[in-house]
């Protein structure tokens, strides 16, 4: 039986924009979209990470968003399968795909995020970009295209047809929203607990 985008993603918000010819997937920290048709999927990061994935063959695309790389205690941890971790969000993404006639061989992977958004010792996004690149090494994958550390904030639209990026680095003055956000995601969880360049646009 043929696997529908209402299956798994009816809860992510889609909307339209004219200055797009495909309908846009908003994605938040803990989502993750893939489609067989084309699409653009949109998020904003802070420290967190987003992987971009699809199978030009296969025509098959998507991106999730996640904030932590894995749970502390995954045994125990209720939350422990949850794609706001780094740890369950690349598998759900590349497993989608997959099911979607995806081959894990053909797949084309940009990294995106990690900014250092946060005054103080602890660098989550340093911590996040060293865990996605570490995992791709250990799948025996590697990203074609990475933009990951820096202090800014991104806005990031995925063309999961061509592959294309549209990135916006947000002005580290104007990331307080995007902070604050992040900052009480992390409670909340805790509480629980290189393409050519063309292929990325600055806008």
Known sequence: MALTQTDHFAHIRRMRDSRFPHEIAAI???????????MIVYTVLGSCVSACVR???AGVGGMNHFMLPKPKDVGNDSWGESTRYGSYAMESLINEIIKR???KSRLEIKLFGAGRIYDGTIDVGARNAEWVLDYLQAEGLTACKTDLGDVFPRKIYYFT?????LMKKIERVKNHTIAERENEYATKIQSKEQAPAEDVTLF
Not at 161 to 165: K, N, T
Request: hydrophobic content about 25%.
């Open 101 to 103: 006639g995806g081959s």
């Open 161 to 165: 047809e061509s592959g294309r990026v």
């Open 55 to 57: 199978d030009p063959v």
């Open 28 to 38: 938040l920290p803990g989502e993750f979209f893939v489609s067989p048709d084309p």
